[in-house]
Structure formats: C-alpha cells, structure tokens
C-alpha cells in the first residue's frame, strides 16, 4: 500500500493528542483535510487505526502496532534528515575525544587531519588527560572516545587497539648518558630535567614516577611542548622524557641522542576505547574505524 511520512505524522499526532482537531492544529492543517487523510490511509490499510470517541480518539490494537512501526520509520527519516543536513555543512557536529598527552601531541594530529578532511561538518574537541582518566570520563559518558594506555584495566568499556608508543630520555648529543643504548629511569634521576608544565597529564606520569623511586625530578625548567623541550635540551638546559617518535624527528635536526628505557611502563601500547557501538553516534562510529581501522 502507498503511504507518506505526513500520513505517518499526522498518525502520531492524534496518538499523541488524542484529538484530530488538535492534530490538525499541529501541522497545519484543516481539520477536514486531516480527517479525509486519515480516512484515506485507513481504506488503503484495510483496518480502523482509531476508535472515535465523544472525549476523543483512541487507537485500537492494530493502531498501537502501526504506531510503533510510524514511529521507527519517522526516527529513521530524521535521521537521514540529520545527516543529508550535516553533509552539506548545515549542521555542526562535535566529538569528544579524551587522549593522553603522548596520544595528542605525537599519535593523533598525524591521522586526524584526513578524517576532518573527508567529514568537513564535524568539530573535534580534544581533551588531555591521563590514561586512567581517559578511562573514567569514557565510562562516565563524559567524552565519547578515548585513547588510552592499554596496560591499564578498561572495564565498562570497549577497547579496541591503535597504536604503539615508547618513552625515551632526550639527552645533549655529548651527555654522559648518550652512549648508553638503553638505561633505567634510576639512571637519569641524578640530573636536571626539562619538563612540560605541572598539569600535563604526561607531566604528571613522569613525576609519580620519580617520587616512587624516592628520588624527585630534579625540573630546572619547565616548557609548553616537545619542540620547545627539545631545544633546551640542546642547548643543555637538561635532559628530558619524550615520545619515541618525537625523539627520533628531533634527533635528525638537532645535536641530541636519546637512549631507551629498560622499564616496561615506557612502552604504551595505546587503545581507542568507547562505551558501546550503539552508545557511539554515527560520526563517532566513523571516527572509531577511521583510527582502528574496524567497523562493525
């Protein structure tokens, strides 16, 4: 049988209303116009989807069930609706994605930019945090995706992998320590470091680190990024903790050596975690497979 949405809506009008003139008066239209509409589909259906009452209009069995079908389909029309919206940059969206300090200064701008590229309606808000709280504000709704350090315990989400990471000491080129191949962080706490601001999450790593080995980093100065900190420990300001990645970009442009880390904390193997597939929106869905390369 024929139908369209506006026979659909007015449907869940009445249901709602349970009035047709109030219906009517919802659209709008004339209430004899929204009468012989409705008159019509229910010839072509072959049932009576209302009761007509003195106080009102009330569905019948069968009408509850076409109601609930009207209601799904209209759903999945504003859906579609939605999205044809945001495809031609009518409508904004804006995710959330909490990383760690390594995930969004080294791993992330190097393969956000081709998915903000391919969905030029979406808005990306990026928010630093240490790995564990990555995992709370994802399971606290509060950011939508996150990237996180996968030694740790992700219950209550759902953990897909990303991306591995290490953490090495970036030391002057001529510093005793540059001839080493790899070391342990007891090793390097006896000298000055340069470090990121206090509130980085990375930051905050590096010192509870230090602080459990009874032994306080030693911050001759702090600066705001891994370049900058790259620089002063060139100069021999210090030495520092950074990114593998970064390190090795640095190394090729600067008079600077850095030396692995025995421990097993300096390896991150970074996952992409979530509450649930159905909880993700649809752009969040095509961001999770965009960095994990899975869909489901």
Not at 7 to 21: E, K, V
Request: aromatic share 6%.
């Amino acid at each position: 049988m024929h139908f369209d949405l506006q026979d659909l809506r007015l449907l869940a009008a009445i249901a709602t209303t349970g009035s047709l003139s109030k219906a009517a008066a919802t659209f709008p239209v004339a209430v004899s116009a929204a009468s012989t509409r409705l008159r019509l589909f229910e010839e072509r259906s072959g049932m009576t989807l209302f009761v007509r009452k003195s106080d009102g209009m009330q569905l019948t069995p069968a009408g509850l069930l076409v109601l609930e079908a009207a209601r799904s389909v209209l759903g999945e029309a504003q859906k579609l609706q939605d999205t044809l919206k945001e495809l031609a940059g009518q409508r904004r969206i804006t995710l959330h994605l909490a990383a760690s300090t390594v995930t969004n200064s080294t791993l992330l701008p190097a393969v956000l930019g081709p998915f903000l590229s391919d969905y030029p309606e979406v808005d990306l808000q990026l928010v630093e945090h240490r790995s564990v709280d990555v995992l709370r504000v994802v399971q606290a709704g509060e950011c939508e995706i996150g990237v996180y350090d996968g030694n740790l315990i992700n219950e209550g989400v759902v953990s897909l992998p990303f991306r591995t990471e290490r953490l090495v000491l970036l030391v002057p080129a001529d510093h005793p320590l540059a001839g080493r191949e790899q070391l342990r962080l007891r090793d390097a706490l006896s000298y000055a470091f340069v470090c990121l601001p206090a509130e980085r999450a990375m930051q905050r790593f590096v010192e509870e680190l230090a602080i459990n080995l009874a032994m306080p980093l030693k911050i001759r100065v702090r600066a705001p990024s891994f370049e900058a900190i790259a620089q002063l420990v060139a100069q021999h300001a210090g030495i520092s903790m950074l990114p593998e990645t970064t390190a090795r970009r640095v190394e090729q442009e600067l008079p600077v050596r850095w030396v692995a880390l025995e421990e097993r904390w300096a390896t991150l193997e970074m996952r992409v975690c979530f509450r649930g597939w159905e909880a993700l929106s649809s752009h969040g869905r095509q961001l999770v497979s965009f960095l994990t390369g899975q869909s489901y």
